[in-house]
């Protein structure tokens, strides 16, 4: 990246965890990040992870059980009289929470399409409800600009289609509609919950360019949370690896995909086959995420991690530094540890990709 | 592939159509043929609304088929059955459900779950039998023994998913219906129940008709691709074939789509839309258009040779 932008989202040593019938779930431990201005970051991990969680965090939508330990979350945005601000959303009440950052700053565009939408509500009256309520519109306006908005997600005929209810749209069709309201009250952060995971890879695809498109266009700045590597590769410019509550690995997008650190990611990057894969077994990682409920000494992933060091069994890794912008929590890239590769098969899908980036140059 | 073989499983001109009203008919499979060889794995591959699902649960007969055969084993098995063929069909066919979560009976321990064909159908000789049967059968899949005393809710979505294996291949079926079975499960669980399910192709030689969306996946894990859009079958061929020459345009967009995991390449290419009432094609029309080899596309002549030359 150029000239360093500027941060508008910064997440700080955030800590959360929930109060159930079973114990306490320690779920967030100690998230740092943070979001330029335009710029696409790329939250990437198993379910359980916590990568959900640090954004309803974020939009102020956290459960009632969960406890917020400490940490903040500074959004700097520019008010309406023009005057540059710094808030603190942890901080903030409810009530001022909802009315001027959530859906107006801050919009977020959930996983699922089916239950996002009022199924009793016409699109089009869905589309404007965000307007009338946050920027204080007439009637008329709103429709305008409602019906611009759905021009610009691709809807066509929208005229038409603004009196329709859900259900008589298509799921890619009706989470273009999401976008659009989520766009209705130009936001400066767009927080995209799996916005493609319950759809099919082509309209996948085509929702993916839109929202790349939509960026360009209204200098937005994109969080995604998801866990499909193939996505983050289209889409983000940083991406955070999250395991157990934790990032476990930053970096910008060539960096995690063609010189990743951590050995979760390693695992991540194999356990996917892409198109040229025809090894007899893919790589997979052993066992299954922990259960946060009973908190894990040292690193949280040492129990699936083939190249775990004794040292991983007593103290959680800190980030250890690669470049100015990739940095990795694993004890492997101490000075003092034993010298790793990654195992061959992911060293020879990268030379593929290496190989295949060199055609389109 | 050589022709001699006989199919496990041939597919003839199936149609499945469900009447909603008087006026409305929702035609989701029209026509549809193809076949599956012991032992090899075929994917079903195409979007939500394609059919691949309907045509899946109408193989096992969950449905009952508006029109068409379907022959397995030497049986027919679409129309009227006799309870012979019928008990032929129920043990040597299974499927595994897509949703772990909620295609196993909550109150049930696992042992009775994937114990249930076998009680059904007198395969175990005593109360013993039975548990070895079970406690192997956890063990082939990666479960331990001592979990056949737990309830469902006790496991995690990737062990759940494994039950479910569990439970179809106990009855040693030749032909395993696995409906999006990895599409409910994280990356990393994914790829281990990929492995298990060819380890256990690999010892038992069972044959596989494998329906998903994700097309790496798809051509992982399967010899022969059938590519499906609005119930009909577009393209069929080996993996290669569909993959390295496709020919319909639905094919090419939906291989476009694919994300790759390589951000330089992901940030310069453009997928390729498809829209099928804008292109002008009436699959109606089409008929089946022999590329080479297995190869199959569903084109009219024109069509075909318009598209064999781009």
């Known amino acids: 990246m150029s000239e360093t932008p500027k941060t508008i989202l910064d997440i700080r040593n955030l800590d959360i965890s929930f109060k159930t019938n079973a114990g306490v779930v320690h779920a967030i431990r100690g998230v740092n990040l943070d979001l330029c201005k335009g710029e696409t970051v790329a939250i990437v991990g198993e379910s359980g992870s916590g990568k959900s969680v640090t954004m309803k965090a974020t939009m102020g939508l956290l459960d009632s059980n969960a406890v917020v330990n400490s940490g903040e979350i500074l959004y700097t945005y520019t008010d309406d009289s023009g005057n540059e601000k710094t808030v603190d959303l942890l901080k903030l009440p409810k009530k001022e929470l909802r009315q001027n950052f959530n859906g107006k700053r801050i919009a977020m565009v959930f996983q699922d399409p089916m239950t996002s939408l009022d199924p009793t509500m016409t699109i089009g009256k869905q589309v404007m409800e965000g307007m009338l309520l946050h920027k204080n519109m007439d009637k008329a306006a709103a429709k305008a600009r409602a019906l611009e908005l759905l021009n610009l997600v691709g809807i066509t005929d929208a005229e038409k289609r603004f009196k329709n209810y859900p259900h008589q749209l298509s799921g890619g069709m009706r989470q273009r509609v999401v976008i659009a309201i989520a766009l209705s009250s130009d936001p400066d952060i767009l927080i995209c919950d799996e916005p493609t995971t319950a759809l099919d890879v082509t309209i996948q695809a085509r929702i993916l360019e839109l929202i790349m498109e939509l960026q360009k266009k209204m200098k937005l700045s994109v969080i995604y949370i998801t866990h499909d590597l193939g996505v983050v590769a289209k889409v983000a410019d940083y991406v955070d690896v999250m395991y157990a509550g934790k990032i476990v690995e930053v970096g910008n997008v060539n960096e995690i995909f063609y010189d990743p650190k951590h050995p979760y990611t390693w695992g991540l990057l194999s356990a996917m086959p892409d198109l040229d894969t025809d090894d007899a077994r893919l790589y997979s990682i052993p066992g299954s995420p922990p259960n946060l409920l009973h908190e894990p000494t040292g690193d949280a992933f040492a129990a699936r991690n083939q190249f775990a060091l004794a040292i991983d069994e007593k103290a959680d890794p800190p980030l250890f530094q690669v470049s100015r912008t990739h940095f990795a929590a694993t004890w492997l890239l101490h000075p003092d540890a034993p010298k790793v590769e990654m195992p061959p098969e992911l060293i020879a899908r990268i030379a593929r990709a290496q190989k295949e980036v060199e055609k389109y140059l | ?310």
């Open chain 2, 1 to 310: 592939m050589s022709e001699t073989r006989t199919p496990l499983l041939t597919v003839d001109n199936l149609v499945q159509h469900f009447p909603i009203s008087r006026s409305y008919t929702v035609k989701a499979v029209n026509g549809v043929s193809f076949h599956i060889y012991p032992g090899e794995t075929y994917g079903l591959v195409g979007e939500s609304g394609s059919g691949k699902t309907t045509i899946g649960r109408s193989i096992i007969r969950l449905y009952n088929p508006t029109s068409g055969t379907v022959t397995f084993n030497g049986k027919t098995i679409s129309g009227k059955m006799d309870s012979e063929t019928r008990n032929m069909l129920r043990e040597n066919m299974q499927m595994i459900f897509q949703d772990p979560m909620a295609s196993l009976n909550p109150r049930k321990k696992v042992a009775d779950i994937i114990g249930e064909g076998l009680d059904i159908h007198h395969r175990a000789t005593s109360r013993q039998d039975r548990a070895d049967q079970i406690s192997e059968m956890l063990k082939k899949v990666g479960l331990s023994p001592e979990h056949a005393a737990r309830y469902p809710h006790q496991f995690s979505g990737g062990q759940r998913q494994r039950v479910g294996i569990a439970r179809a291949l106990i009855m040693h079926p030749k032909l395993v219906i696995a409906d999006e079975c990895i599409s409910a499960l994280d990356v990393s669980i994914q790829a281990q129940v990929v492995n298990l399910m060819k380890d256990i192709q690999e010892e038992t030689g069972c044959a596989y008709l494998f329906i998903a969306h994700d097309l790496s996946m798809v051509k992982y894990i399967s010899d022969r691709i059938g590519v499906l859009h609005l119930g009909y079958l577009v393209e069929a061929g080996t993996k290669e074939e569909i993959f390295s020459h496709p020919i319909h345009p639905y094919t090419k967009s939906l291989l476009s789509a694919i994300p790759h995991p390589n951000p330089e390449v992901e940030k310069r290419r453009k997928s390729v839309t498809y829209d099928y009432r804008s292109s002008g094609i009436d699959y109606a029309k089409g008929t089946e258009h022999v590329v080479e080899g297995t190869h199959t596309v569903l084109a009219t002549d024109e069509e075909f040779n318009r598209w064999a030359k781009e």
